[in-house]
C-alpha cells in the first residue's frame, strides 16, 4: 500500500462526512483498530479494505496510488456493491488484492 494510504483514507472519509466511528462500525472494527488506519499504525486486511471501499464509496485504487482521488461512487453504483451476491464479491475482492499486492511491490 501507498504510504499516503492514511492521508488518503482520512480525506476520503471526510469528503464523505462520515465520522472514524461510523465507517468503523460499517466495515465492522472498532473505533481503536479504525483510526489506527488513519494514523499508519496498521493496515486493513484486504477484506476490510474492500468494506472500506463500500463504506466511503470510493474504488480501491484511490485509497492505494498516488494520484489525487477523481471521484467518489455514486450512490447507484455503491446500492449495486450492496446487491452483489457472494461470488460477484469474491471476484472483487480478488481484483483489489491484485492492485493491493502490485502496490506493495
Known amino acids: 500500500m501507498s504510504d ?10 471526510e469528503a464523505t462526512g462520515k465520522t472514524q466511528a461510523r465507517v468503523a462500525e460499517e466495515i465492522g472494527v472498532t473505533l481503536n483498530i479504525y483510526s489506527h488506519y488513519e494514523r499508519n499504525n496498521k493496515r486493513p486486511a484486504i477484506k476490510t ?37 457472494s461470488r460477484q464479491l469474491i471476484l472483487i475482492l480478488n481484483l483489489l488484492q491484485t492492485i493491493y499486492d502490485s502496490q506493495r511491490k
Open 49 to 85: 479494505f474492500a468494506a472500506l471501499c463500500v463504506a466511503l464509496g470510493t474504488p480501491g485504487e484511490q485509497l492505494l496510488n498516488d494520484q489525487p482521488p477523481s471521484r467518489l461512487l455514486s450512490s447507484e453504483q455503491i446500492m449495486k456493491l450492496k446487491a452483489m451476491d
Open 4 to 13: 499516503k494510504f492514511p492521508t488518503r483514507l482520512r480525506m476520503v472519509r
